[in-house]
């Protein structure tokens, strides 16, 4: 197994769940962690916390502890239910402090997920020995389109993405001149378009597959109206063209689904991203 433990000089992307919220054994719910390094400084972000999260970290062979940014794209279910197993278990693993970065609910979904309903068990565990400053000293802020923030001289962004009746943002991260957008979910905008611009990586949402004939009608449809706020595969090429964007991964991906695209009028590279992909920026 590789060891992901301390980051080399390098700039990736690990896919840790790239399904959605249908469960699928292949494919967790969607999270991806965010590495960066050079010269010994290193930078690492948690970008959601889907159902699973924990076990993969430590598949990719992450110590827990050593998550301490963590990013969420919206407050859907699928995107936050590994949230509190993340805490418990990085806390439980010796993390010491850990910062939260949301659209507008992230504050309310960690005092409800988290504060408000395991605060007893908590003082109880800091009782038995768990630190204090792990469940204490933890930053959990809510954030508009348009903030940012240098965390180990990597460049965070939150930008605009379309997913009602969501907040939801997408993260831009970009560190000694090379690019990524991770979008969570959203359907085909030009904000978001113009949020891609040149980015080396893109992590999309191509949840919006068609679905197969073969399915009940009413499954058919459900999955038909995935489109009103996911964007389809082909919206996912459609958008890296138009921002010129280097590679794009297709992410959030429904059970026994194949994406289908046509990348005639793309130069770029596209990939349908598997859980555990390490992707290079
Ligand atoms: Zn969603
Ligand atoms: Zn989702």
Redesign the pocket.
């Known amino acids: 197994m590789a060891d992901n433990s301390r980051n080399p000089d390098t700039f990736r992307i690990i896919l840790l769940g790239t399904g959605s919220p249908r469960p699928n054994p292949e494919r967790q719910h969607p999270a991806a962690l965010v590495q960066w390094s050079e010269g010994g400084e290193d930078g690492q972000m948690l970008v959601d916390a889907g159902d699973g999260v924990v076990g993969q970290l430590l598949a990719a062979n992450i110590p827990l502890q050593q998550v301490q940014n963590v990013a969420l794209t919206?407050m859907?279910w699928?995107?936050i239910l590994g949230y509190p197993a993340f805490v418990w278990g990085s806390w439980n693993a010796g993390r010491l402090k850990l910062t939260v970065t949301g659209p507008e609910g992230t504050s309310a979904m960690h005092h409800q997920l988290v504060e408000s309903y395991y605060r007893e068990q908590a003082e109880w565990a800091i009782d038995l020995g768990f630190p204090r400053p792990g469940w204490d000293d933890v930053t959990v802020r809510d954030v508009p389109v348009g903030w940012s923030e240098t965390i180990a001289d990597c460049l965070v962004e939150a930008g605009p993405v379309y997913?009602p009746p969501?907040h939801?943002l997408a993260y831009r991260f970009t560190y000694r001149g090379r690019s990524l957008v991770v979008t969570?979910?959203t359907a085909m905008c030009d904000e978001l378009i113009a949020f891609c611009q040149g980015v080396d990586v893109l992590v999309i949402d191509a949840c919006a597959a068609a679905p197969s004939p073969d399915l009940p009608p009413e499954r058919r449809r459900l999955i038909e109206r995935l489109h009103e706020?996911?964007a389809s595969p082909q919206d996912c090429i459609d958008i890296a063209a138009k921002a010129g964007v280097a590679k794009v991964v297709l992410t959030h991906h429904l059970p026994g689904v194949t994406p289908e695209f046509d990348a005639a009028g793309y130069t770029g590279e596209v990939v349908t991203g598997e859980d555990l992909d390490v992707i290079d920026i």
């Open positions: 919206h859907h699928d995107h997913h969501m939801a969570g979910d706020f996911h």
